[in-house]
Structure formats: structure tokens, C-alpha cells
């Protein structure tokens, strides 16, 4: 359908740019923890509801990879980088939740564990992460290092609010 001059209808949604965050953090568990509570934080600013099953299944994910970052992929005096970019699907109130935790060591490629021991502590992180994401995946990052990602649908009506210019 063609839109002619004066016609009050859209041909596409104005949608909202894309909202981010980045934060550099130690490659401690401390640093992973501070991970988690910055992305909930984060994501409880952008409209999430607390307590929600989408914000607690984000902070799992972002806790895991960055746990996974501090774990497997240290290299001592380096930090690791959480980055969360929520993106507005067009013509829908829906949003996808993109996670991205970089580490110093490409050459250690995440893999989920096959089978996990029952009652270990171990191995279950990226079997969560596959179960709670859409997709996920790991990208080189350069000049070396690895980034691992994850996407998650976010929930309804919720995303940063668009910040308007000041009228003159």
C-alpha cells in the first residue's frame, strides 16, 4: 500500500532506538556477581518488573556467563565485559535482550557439558543458558579473547524510555 502526502497513517512503527549497556568488571566472582546485580538493576530501569520470570531468566543468564567468564576464561590482571543491548522489535511492543560477556582467552571455547553430575556443583551453566535463551553463541573477539552471547525475548511494554529533545 502506497502513502500519499497527507495521509495520517505510518508506513512502518517509529521504533525506539536500540538501549545499551557496558560495564568493564574484574575477572573475580565478585566481579561475575556484580555482573548479575548491574544487569538486574540495569534491566529494572529499562521497565522490567521486578521479580518477573523474563528479569530472573536475564539474571541467570548474565550471571552464568560471567561466571563462566571468571572461571574459564581469565588471564590474571585482566577484566571481562558485560554488555546488555535491548533492542525494540518493530511493530510489536516486544523486545529482544541481547547479553555479551567478553574474556581474554579464545582459545577456550564454552561447550555444554554433555551430561552433569547430579549432585555437583559444576556443568549445568551453559545447559541453563541453552534453556533460557532464544539462541546463543560465541564470536572471536579481537586482537584476541572471545565474546559469548545469548538472546532473550523481553517482556511486553517494556523498554527504556524514549528520551524526547527539549522543545524550543
Not at 512502518?12 to 574484574?26: D, E, G, K, N, T
Not at 521486578?50 to 585482566?78: F, I, K, Q, W
Not at 572471536?140 to 522543545?167: C, D, I, M, N, Y
Request: aromatic fraction near 4%; charged fraction near 20%.
Amino acid at each position: 500500500m502506497k502513502y500519499e502526502i497527507g495521509d495520517h497513517r505510518l508506513s512502518s512503527p517509529i521504533a525506539s532506538p536500540p538501549a545499551r549497556f557496558s560495564r568493564q568488571l574484574s575477572s573475580t566472582r565478585h566481579g561475575a556477581r556484580l555482573a548479575r546485580l548491574l544487569a538486574v538493576q540495569k534491566l529494572s530501569d529499562w521497565g522490567w518488573a521486578t521479580g518477573s520470570e523474563h528479569l530472573e531468566s536475564a539474571a541467570l543468564v548474565v550471571g552464568e556467563l560471567a561466571a563462566n567468564a571468571v572461571t574459564h576464561g581469565v588471564v590474571p590482571g585482566r577484566d571481562f565485559l558485560l554488555t546488555m543491548t535491548l533492542t525494540p522489535l518493530p511493530g510489536s511492543c516486544v523486545s529482544t535482550l541481547r547479553v555479551e560477556v567478553a574474556d581474554c582467552r579464545g582459545e577456550r571455547l564454552p561447550a555444554p557439558a554433555e551430561t552433569s553430575c547430579p549432585t555437583g556443583e559444576h556443568g549445568r551453566g551453559l545447559l541453563l543458558v541453552n534453556a533460557l535463551a532464544a539462541r546463543w553463541g560465541v564470536t572471536p573477539r579481537h586482537p584476541s579473547g572471545k565474546t559469548v552471547w545469548a538472546e532473550l525475548r523481553g517482556p511486553a511494554g517494556a523498554g527504556p524510555a524514549r528520551v524526547l529533545p527539549p522543545r524550543a
